[in-house]
């Protein structure tokens, strides 16, 4: 019964974190890509819990059942006050509320990294180099006016960590 009982943890836990790496998948794959004359699709802020940073994203979420949440949407992903990395999807209709996901449960603290060419901008936010024009960044502000063409996530539980990877669509590094 102990055995079975780990097996079926084990499984709710692989489960778990498999459904947050289809859902990023999905956000990541469909960042929109505005003209940022109006206003920027991606871009982080400081949190003020100090479980990481918040990632602002526009995405496409194509159809959904609810019109308002269907096509071009706003979100953010962040680590709310329980632990839990949450998306927060705006609706279109500014008078009906957001819709909460919890994506993992047990969460500690979000890291994110973002690749993309050098840019006077992000000067400041650099981590580390790749090669001689195309950096890491651990922040992205919202004047930067682009997209980065990856983006690393590393989330911290209490007992383990969990790194993804994503490329963002149509954005290219040159080399």
Known sequence: MKLEKNIEEKKSKI?????????LTQI?????????????????KNSQNSKGLILYITYDNKIDSDPNFSLIVKAKLFVNDNNELCLKTFSRDENQ????ETLL??????EYEFLSNSDSK??????KKSLKNICWFNFWPKKVELLPSAIKIKIIKNEYSLDFAFFLPARHVKI
Request: proline share 2%; charged share 25%; glycine share 2%.
């Open 122 to 127: 992000l000067k400041k936010y650099k981590s």
């Open 28 to 44: 990541f794959s469909n960042v929109y890509q505005s003209d940022f004359i109006t206003k920027s699709p991606f871009y982080t």
């Open 105 to 110: 449960k047990g969460v500690k603290r979000i």
């Open 97 to 100: 509320n957001a819709r909460e």
């Open 15 to 23: 489960l778990a974190i498999n459904h947050a790496q289809i859902r």
